[in-house]
């Protein structure tokens, strides 16, 4: 693994479903995020975590809800899936939170369909 | 009122033009400030990144940020058609950085 992986892909789900996505990073960076990616709006901040053990809301965090057990990994979980969930979700990680070191590298996005 | 606000284009120009991207803010605090390329269905990746007030040239690449206008820009000079992709700006304090819509930038060979 190099960098950030996340998993599934793509995925098309039922509303009122409940969705776990995944993401892993290998960097053994501090902080993780969680954003969304809607046409016209550009990436909102879903939730945060500075370091393990500890997590944020961020713009649009209902509906979500993330945890960090660890340094590597930073689940999103969708508890009860609507319709407007619908959209490309991207992982990120720092270094750490704050200034320039929040220079956050991104993974490759999972594209989520909610029906 | 979007934190930070950006045109989405698409811009379309031909190969060898210098391009100017650009972005303003909102909030006078925001200290950092940073430029991401989005290739089609990929991750944003981190271009250039800035601090406060002035200039950074990276090859191609120049960004400036005028704190005074709350404005963030992004020029490229020769620009090629790899560049074509959609281009994010980013600005925040120490604590959260928020993302532009992004501006998507053709580049015809």
């Known amino acids: 693994i190099a960098g950030i992986t996340q998993a599934p892909t793509s995925q098309i789900l039922a509303a009122g479903r409940r969705m776990t996505l995944r993401c892993t990073q290998d960097?053994?960076?501090?902080?993780m995020y969680w954003y969304r990616q809607d046409l016209g709006l550009g990436l909102r901040l879903i939730h945060y975590?500075?370091?393990?053990?500890?997590?944020g809301k961020g713009e649009v965090p209902d509906g979500y809800s993330v945890s960090r057990a660890n340094t590597d990994d930073f689940p999103l979980t969708l508890a009860s899936a609507v319709p407007s969930q619908t959209s490309v979700y991207f992982c990120?990680?720092?270094?750490?939170?704050?200034?320039?070191?929040?220079?956050?590298?991104f993974g490759p996005g999972t594209r989520l369909t909610v029906l | 009122q979007k934190e930070v606000e950006q045109d989405p284009g698409p811009l379309s120009v031909p190969e060898g033009a210098i391009v100017s991207l650009n972005c303003t803010y909102s909030?006078?605090?925001?200290?950092?400030f940073m430029w991401y390329r989005q290739y089609s269905r990929k991750g944003p990746e981190l271009l250039m990144y800035t601090y406060s007030s002035g200039n950074k040239e990276d090859g191609r690449f120049t960004a400036q940020v005028d704190k005074s206008s709350k404005y963030i820009s992004l020029f490229i000079r020769d620009s090629q058609p790899s560049d074509s992709a959609t281009y994010l700006c980013a600005g925040g304090d120490f604590n959260k950085f928020y993302f532009g819509s992004g501006t998507k930038l053709n580049v015809k060979p």
């Open positions: 960097m053994r960076h501090n902080a």
């Open positions: 909030n006078s605090a925001f200290q950092y």
């Open positions: 975590s500075n370091t393990a053990g500890t997590t």
């Open positions: 990120a990680s720092s270094v750490a939170s704050g200034g320039l070191t929040d220079t956050q590298y």
